[in-house]
Protein backbone atom coordinates (compact mmCIF):
# COMPACT_ATOMS: atom_id res chain seq x y z
CA UNK A 1 0.00 0.00 0.00
CA UNK A 2 1.56 3.18 -0.61
CA UNK A 3 2.12 6.26 1.47
CA UNK A 4 2.89 8.56 -1.17
CA UNK A 5 0.57 9.38 -4.56
CA UNK A 6 1.07 10.73 -7.38
CA UNK A 7 -1.73 11.81 -9.77
CA UNK A 8 -2.39 11.79 -12.42
CA UNK A 9 -0.45 8.32 -13.32
CA UNK A 10 -0.56 9.43 -17.40
CA UNK A 11 -1.53 12.67 -18.81
CA UNK A 12 -1.40 13.42 -22.42
CA UNK A 13 -1.49 17.46 -22.95
CA UNK A 14 -1.39 20.24 -25.82
CA UNK A 15 1.27 22.52 -26.02
CA UNK A 16 0.86 25.39 -23.90
CA UNK A 17 -1.39 24.35 -21.61
CA UNK A 18 -0.85 24.43 -17.86
CA UNK A 19 -0.43 21.24 -15.78
CA UNK A 20 0.16 20.47 -12.09
CA UNK A 21 1.14 17.37 -11.23
CA UNK A 22 0.29 16.34 -7.28
CA UNK A 23 2.29 14.59 -4.82
CA UNK A 24 0.85 13.89 -1.14
CA UNK A 25 2.51 11.97 1.64
CA UNK A 26 1.05 10.52 4.84
CA UNK A 27 4.18 9.60 6.64
CA UNK A 28 4.83 12.92 7.89
CA UNK A 29 8.38 13.48 5.82
CA UNK A 30 9.89 17.06 6.02
CA UNK A 31 11.74 15.94 3.02
CA UNK A 32 10.47 15.58 -0.71
CA UNK A 33 11.55 15.65 -3.85
CA UNK A 34 11.12 15.86 -7.73
CA UNK A 35 13.15 13.93 -10.54
CA UNK A 36 12.67 13.45 -13.69
CA UNK A 37 13.16 10.56 -15.90
CA UNK A 38 13.54 9.99 -19.78
CA UNK A 39 13.55 6.27 -20.53
CA UNK A 40 16.33 4.33 -20.52
CA UNK A 41 18.48 7.41 -18.59
CA UNK A 42 19.33 8.61 -14.79
CA UNK A 43 16.96 10.43 -12.18
CA UNK A 44 17.54 14.11 -12.24
CA UNK A 45 16.37 15.99 -9.44
CA UNK A 46 14.82 18.98 -10.62
CA UNK A 47 13.22 20.02 -7.19
CA UNK A 48 13.24 19.81 -3.25
CA UNK A 49 12.21 20.77 0.04
CA UNK A 50 12.79 20.70 3.34
CA UNK A 51 9.71 21.56 4.90
CA UNK A 52 6.89 23.93 4.48
CA UNK A 53 7.43 27.29 2.77
CA UNK A 54 11.13 25.40 1.63
CA UNK A 55 11.90 25.11 -1.51
CA UNK A 56 14.83 24.80 -4.37
CA UNK A 57 16.26 24.31 -7.77
CA UNK A 58 18.00 20.35 -8.26
CA UNK A 59 20.80 19.42 -10.47
CA UNK A 60 18.36 19.54 -13.72
CA UNK A 61 17.19 23.24 -14.96
CA UNK A 62 13.61 22.98 -14.75
CA UNK A 63 10.81 25.11 -16.50
CA UNK A 64 8.73 23.99 -13.62
CA UNK A 65 8.05 25.48 -10.26
CA UNK A 66 6.58 24.07 -6.87
CA UNK A 67 5.11 24.87 -3.90
CA UNK A 68 5.25 23.37 -0.56
CA UNK A 69 2.04 24.81 1.60
CA UNK A 70 1.31 21.66 3.72
CA UNK A 71 3.52 19.39 4.29
CA UNK A 72 1.97 16.59 2.76
CA UNK A 73 1.89 18.43 -0.45
CA UNK A 74 3.87 19.12 -2.99
CA UNK A 75 2.64 20.06 -6.51
CA UNK A 76 4.80 20.54 -9.48
CA UNK A 77 3.05 23.41 -12.12
CA UNK A 78 4.39 23.71 -15.75
CA UNK A 79 3.04 27.01 -17.07
CA UNK A 80 3.36 26.40 -20.21
CA UNK A 81 3.58 22.73 -21.16
CA UNK A 82 5.92 22.27 -24.32
CA UNK A 83 6.82 18.35 -26.27
CA UNK A 84 10.33 19.05 -24.66
CA UNK A 85 8.63 18.88 -21.39
CA UNK A 86 7.99 15.03 -22.46
CA UNK A 87 9.41 12.60 -19.33
CA UNK A 88 8.40 10.85 -16.35
CA UNK A 89 8.06 12.73 -13.40
CA UNK A 90 8.31 10.93 -9.93
CA UNK A 91 7.67 12.27 -6.56
CA UNK A 92 9.90 10.91 -3.13
CA UNK A 93 10.21 12.17 0.31
CA UNK A 94 12.62 10.73 2.40
CA UNK A 95 12.98 9.90 6.04
CA UNK A 96 16.46 9.90 7.38
CA UNK A 97 16.29 6.80 8.94
CA UNK A 98 14.55 4.79 6.19
CA UNK A 99 15.43 6.47 2.87
CA UNK A 100 13.27 7.35 0.31
CA UNK A 101 10.27 6.42 -0.79
CA UNK A 102 8.76 7.18 -4.74
CA UNK A 103 5.83 7.87 -5.77
CA UNK A 104 4.67 5.54 -9.05
CA UNK A 105 5.31 8.67 -11.35
CA UNK A 106 3.54 10.66 -13.57
CA UNK A 107 3.92 9.86 -17.18
CA UNK A 108 3.88 12.95 -19.17
CA UNK A 109 3.13 13.30 -22.87
CA UNK A 110 3.29 17.01 -24.50
CA UNK A 111 1.71 16.83 -27.88
CA UNK B 1 32.32 13.32 -15.46
CA UNK B 2 28.87 11.87 -14.20
CA UNK B 3 29.00 11.37 -10.50
CA UNK B 4 27.53 7.85 -10.44
CA UNK B 5 28.64 5.55 -13.50
CA UNK B 6 27.27 1.92 -14.44
CA UNK B 7 27.64 -0.65 -16.53
CA UNK B 8 24.82 -0.66 -18.48
CA UNK B 9 24.22 -4.35 -19.25
CA UNK B 10 22.58 -6.23 -20.14
CA UNK B 11 23.23 -9.05 -18.43
CA UNK B 12 21.52 -11.96 -20.21
CA UNK B 13 21.80 -15.06 -17.70
CA UNK B 14 20.20 -18.29 -16.80
CA UNK B 15 18.14 -19.23 -14.07
CA UNK B 16 20.09 -20.41 -11.32
CA UNK B 17 23.01 -18.13 -12.20
CA UNK B 18 25.36 -15.93 -10.00
CA UNK B 19 25.42 -12.32 -11.71
CA UNK B 20 27.66 -9.38 -10.13
CA UNK B 21 28.23 -5.56 -11.40
CA UNK B 22 29.65 -2.25 -9.94
CA UNK B 23 29.43 1.33 -10.33
CA UNK B 24 31.71 3.77 -9.89
CA UNK B 25 31.22 7.12 -8.05
CA UNK B 26 32.99 10.32 -8.31
CA UNK B 27 32.70 12.16 -4.97
CA UNK B 28 34.89 10.94 -1.98
CA UNK B 29 32.85 12.38 0.10
CA UNK B 30 29.90 10.80 -0.46
CA UNK B 31 28.19 9.47 3.28
CA UNK B 32 25.54 6.59 1.84
CA UNK B 33 25.17 4.41 -0.44
CA UNK B 34 22.23 2.26 -2.14
CA UNK B 35 21.15 -0.58 -4.70
CA UNK B 36 17.37 0.49 -6.02
CA UNK B 37 15.95 -1.90 -8.53
CA UNK B 38 13.52 -0.74 -10.84
CA UNK B 39 10.83 -2.21 -13.05
CA UNK B 40 9.74 -1.34 -16.54
CA UNK B 41 7.64 1.77 -16.18
CA UNK B 42 7.78 1.47 -12.32
CA UNK B 43 9.45 3.55 -9.55
CA UNK B 44 12.55 2.68 -8.22
CA UNK B 45 12.18 0.70 -4.99
CA UNK B 46 14.87 0.26 -2.35
CA UNK B 47 16.51 -2.85 -2.66
CA UNK B 48 19.54 -2.38 0.40
CA UNK B 49 21.51 -0.02 1.80
CA UNK B 50 24.94 -0.56 1.36
CA UNK B 51 27.25 -0.85 4.51
CA UNK B 52 30.99 -0.34 4.85
CA UNK B 53 31.56 -4.05 6.01
CA UNK B 54 29.45 -5.09 2.87
CA UNK B 55 26.09 -6.83 3.95
CA UNK B 56 23.54 -9.53 2.57
CA UNK B 57 20.22 -9.29 2.02
CA UNK B 58 18.88 -13.45 1.12
CA UNK B 59 20.32 -14.08 -2.25
CA UNK B 60 21.64 -10.20 -2.47
CA UNK B 61 25.41 -9.07 -1.32
CA UNK B 62 26.31 -5.46 -1.43
CA UNK B 63 29.91 -4.23 -1.16
CA UNK B 64 31.94 -0.88 -0.75
CA UNK B 65 35.16 0.13 -1.44
CA UNK B 66 35.98 3.34 -0.20
CA UNK B 67 39.41 3.46 -1.71
CA UNK B 68 38.79 2.50 -5.06
CA UNK B 69 35.16 4.35 -4.87
CA UNK B 70 32.92 1.37 -5.86
CA UNK B 71 30.02 -0.45 -5.07
CA UNK B 72 29.17 -3.75 -5.96
CA UNK B 73 26.06 -6.12 -6.14
CA UNK B 74 26.02 -9.93 -6.32
CA UNK B 75 22.78 -11.56 -7.13
CA UNK B 76 22.93 -15.25 -6.21
CA UNK B 77 20.29 -18.24 -7.46
CA UNK B 78 18.84 -15.59 -9.88
CA UNK B 79 15.32 -15.78 -10.19
CA UNK B 80 12.97 -15.12 -13.61
CA UNK B 81 11.38 -12.38 -10.83
CA UNK B 82 15.02 -10.51 -10.81
CA UNK B 83 14.74 -9.47 -14.19
CA UNK B 84 15.00 -5.79 -13.62
CA UNK B 85 17.22 -2.40 -13.65
CA UNK B 86 19.58 -1.88 -10.92
CA UNK B 87 19.95 1.65 -9.72
CA UNK B 88 23.10 2.73 -7.88
CA UNK B 89 22.71 5.64 -5.80
CA UNK B 90 24.92 7.50 -3.80
CA UNK B 91 23.68 10.04 -0.95
CA UNK B 92 25.54 13.18 -1.30
CA UNK B 93 26.83 14.58 2.09
CA UNK B 94 24.52 16.11 4.54
CA UNK B 95 21.95 17.91 2.26
CA UNK B 96 20.14 14.29 2.15
CA UNK B 97 20.38 14.26 -2.10
CA UNK B 98 20.61 11.51 -3.99
CA UNK B 99 22.26 10.93 -7.01
CA UNK B 100 21.65 8.13 -9.57
CA UNK B 101 23.19 6.25 -11.78
CA UNK B 102 21.80 5.14 -15.22
CA UNK B 103 21.18 1.59 -14.09
CA UNK B 104 22.15 -1.91 -14.68
CA UNK B 105 19.63 -3.92 -16.61
CA UNK B 106 19.68 -7.74 -15.73
CA UNK B 107 17.22 -10.51 -17.64
CA UNK B 108 17.00 -13.58 -16.42
CA UNK B 109 16.03 -16.38 -18.79
CA UNK B 110 14.24 -19.88 -17.98
Known amino acids: EADIYQTPRYLVIGTGKKITLECSQT?????MYWYQQDPGMELHLIHY???????EKGDLSSESTVSRIRTEHFPLTLESARPSHTSQYLC??????????FGSGTRLTVV | RKEVEQDPGPFNVPEGATVAFNCTYS??????FFWYRQDCRKEPKLLMS???SGNEDGRFTAQLNRASQYISLLIRDSKLSDSATYLC???????????FGAGTTVTVRA
Open chain 1, 49 to 55: SYGVNST
Open chain 1, 27 to 31: MGHDK
Open chain 1, 92 to 101: ASADTDYGYT
Open chain 2, 89 to 99: VVLRGRDYKLS
Open chain 2, 27 to 32: NSASQS
Open chain 2, 50 to 52: VYS
